[in-house]
C-alpha cells in the first residue's frame, strides 16, 4: 500500500471515530430527558392529589375535576338539601353506606366530612358499568316518580342516586357512588387523592 493510501485510510478511521463519540455523547444527553419521560413517572404523576379551590361554586352547584383519569364532581349542597336526606332512607339501598367505597370520615349519611358537611366530593362514574350520571339538581329525571329532592341519574340503564350518591332501590348500580379520599387545605381549597394529617 503506498503512503497516499495509508494515510488516506488513516483519515477514514479518524472519521468513523468521531462519528461514533458523537453518537454516545448524543446517547448520553438524550439519556436524563428519555428517564424524565419512564413510564413509571408519567403515572405517578398521573395519580397524583388534585388540588382545587371551590371559593367559586355557590350553594346548589356542581363542578368537575380530573383526577385519577376519572371525573370527580364537587358539589355545595344548601341546608335544605343536607335535611331532605334523612328523609330518603325507606327509597335507598345502602343508607348508611356499608357496602360502598369511601373512606371512614365519609361513612356517614351526607358522606363528607364533619366540618365542611355540605361538601361532597365524588367520583363521577356509575357503579353498574361505568357510565358517567347527569346532575339533576332540581327536576326529576323522567320516569322519577313523586318526591325528587335532587341527585344524579345515569341515562345508560337508569339508576338514581341521591345527593349523597347512595343509590335509589330498584336501579341496577349495586352500590352508592365511590367517595374518594380528600381533605381540605383551608376554608375554599380541597385536595382531593390525600387525606394524610387530615383531622375533621
Ligand atoms: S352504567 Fe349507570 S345504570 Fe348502567
Known amino acids: 500500500m503506498s503512503e497516499d493510501a495509508v494515510d ?3 483519515r477514514r478511521f479518524l472519521v468513523a471515530l468521531t462519528a ?3 453518537t454516545v455523547g448524543a446517547a ?4 436524563p430527558f428519555v428517564k424524565s419521560m419512564l413510564p413509571s413517572e408519567r403515572a405517578q404523576a398521573a395519580g397524583a392529589p388534585v388540588e382545587v379551590d371551590i371559593s367559586k361554586l355557590q350553594p ?3 363542578m368537575i375535576v380530573e383526577w385519577r383519569k376519572k371525573p370527580v364532581w364537587i358539589v355545595n349542597r344548601t341546608d335544605q338539601n343536607l335535611a331532605e336526606l334523612s328523609s330518603l332512607d325507606s327509597k335507598l339501598t345502602d343508607i348508611t353506606s356499608k357496602g360502598s367505597k369511601q373512606p371512614e370520615y365519609a361513612k356517614n349519611e351526607h358522606r363528607s366530612r364533619e366540618a365542611q358537611k355540605n361538601v361532597l366530593v365524588m367520583v363521577g362514574i356509575c357503579t353498574h358499568l361505568g357510565c358517567s350520571p347527569k346532575h339533576f339538581p332540581d327536576l326529576a329525571p323522567a320516569g322519577f316518580e313523586d318526591g325528587w329532592v335532587g341527585g344524579f341519574y345515569c341515562p345508560c340503564h337508569g339508576s338514581t342516586f341521591d345527593l349523597a350518591g347512595r343509590v335509589y332501590k330498584g ?3 349495586p352500590s352508592n ?3 374518594p379520599k380528600y381533605k381540605f387545605l383551608n376554608d375554599t381549597t380541597i385536595l382531593v387523592g390525600d387525606d394524610s394529617e387530615a383531622t375533621a
Do not use: F, N, W, Y
Open 8 to 10: 488516506q485510510d488513516k
Open 20 to 22: 461514533a463519540t458523537g
Open 28 to 31: 448520553g444527553i438524550a439519556v
Open 60 to 62: 346548589g352547584e356542581l
Open 171 to 173: 336501579a341496577p348500580a
Open 177 to 179: 357512588l365511590e367517595i
